[in-house]
C-alpha cells in the first residue's frame, strides 16, 4: 500500500519536530535541576556557621512536629513493638507476639445518649470524655491502640517491667478512670448535662500485634483471644452492675501483695471460649461506705457460688438469702438468686462445670 504525499510532506516532518522538541525539553529541564541542586550545595557551602545551625535546628523541629503528628495516629509504643523485632522495617502482615494486660472501656447508655445530641455536640463530648480517659491510662504506663465509637482499647506493657506491674498498671489506670468519671460527672451537674456511667474489663495474656490491611492502606492492630476475653469483660460489667471486672488471671498476676479490694462476682463462659474464668470486682474507686458495705458479704457470695456450681442449689439459695438480707440493695446478690431459680428448672448435662454461659 503506498503512502499518501500528506504523510510523506507533512505529517511524518511534524512527528520528528515534535520527537526532537521533547528530547531539547527534557535536556532543558534535567539542566534546570542540576544547576538548582549546585546553587543549593553553594548556598550551604556559604552560609555561616550560625546560619547551618538555625537550618538544621529548623528540620530537627519540623521532624519532630511530624514524628509527633505520626504518633497520635500510631502510638510510639506500638512502633516499639514492633520495631523491636527481627524485621528491617514496617510492612504490611508484620506481627509480633507479647504478653500484655488488655483494658476495654465504654460508657453505658452511649446509644441513647447519642440519639438526644446533635452530631457537633457528640463530637465535642466524644472528645471531651477521651481527653479525661487519656491520663490515668498514660500515666499507669499503657497506651490507647485504638477509639471504637465511644469505646476505649488500651493496652498495659510497662517497658522493662514484670508481668505483674502490667496487670498492677491496667489496673490503677482502671480506678483512676473510673474517679476520673467522679469528678468530670459533678461538672457536668453544674452545666446540668446528665451524668456519665463507665464500664472496664481487664484481662491479661499474649496477643498478637501487627499491621493489617493493603498496600496503599495500612493500619496496626492487637488481635488473640485474650483481646476478646478483656472485651467480654467489659460488656458483663453491665450485667453485673461492677465498675471494673478483672479476670481471675489479672488478679493472680498482680500478685498478693497488691493490696486492692475485690469480690468475687462468677464463674462465667464468654462468648467465643470454651474456658470459663473467675472474675471479679474491683471496689477500690468506690467511696469507703459503699466499699465496706460491698466487702460485708464477700465470703458470702463465695460461698453461695461453691454451692451452686456443686448443683446444691437449696444451699446456695440459704446463703444467697443470708448476704441479701446483710446487704438488701446488693444487685450483685438479687442476680445470683435468679439465677440459681432458674438454673434449678433448667434440664443442666452431667458435666456441667457450673460456669454460667455470659451471652456477651
Known sequence: MESSPL???V??????????????????????????????????????????????????????????TIQKFVPRQFMHHLQSSDADGLELGHAVEDKVAILFCDIRGFTGMSEELQPSDLIRFLNSYFLRMNGPIHQNNGFID?????????????????????ARDAINAAIAMQKTVILYNEHRKNCDYQPVSIGIGIHFGMVTIGTVGSDDRMDTTVIGDNVNVAARLETLSTKYSAGIIISEEVLSIAGKDFQIATRMLDFVRVKGRSKPVKIYEVLDYLPDPKKQYYLQTQRLIEQGLACRITKKWDDALEIFQAALRVTP?????????????????????????????SNA
Open 146 to 166: 485504638k477509639f471504637i465509637g465511644d469505646a476505649i482499647m488500651a493496652l498495659f506493657d510497662h517497658p522493662n517491667g514484670t508481668d505483674a506491674d502490667k
Open 7 to 9: 504523510v510523506i510532506f
Open 11 to 68: 505529517v511524518i516532518p511534524l512527528s520528528m519536530y515534535a520527537l526532537v522538541l521533547t528530547v531539547i525539553l527534557l535536556k532543558a529541564k534535567q539542566r534546570r535541576r542540576a544547576r538548582q541542586a549546585r546553587k543549593e550545595l553553594t548556598l550551604a557551602a556559604s552560609l555561616a556557621p550560625s546560619e547551618k545551625d538555625r537550618l538544621l535546628a529548623q528540620k530537627a523541629d519540623e521532624a519532630v512536629r511530624l514524628n509527633q
Open 329 to 357: 440493695d446488693d444487685p450483685l446478690i438479687i442476680h445470683h438468686i435468679e439465677m440459681c431459680h432458674r438454673c434449678q428448672k433448667m434440664a443442666l448435662p452431667d458435666d456441667w462445670d457450673g460456669a454460667m454461659s
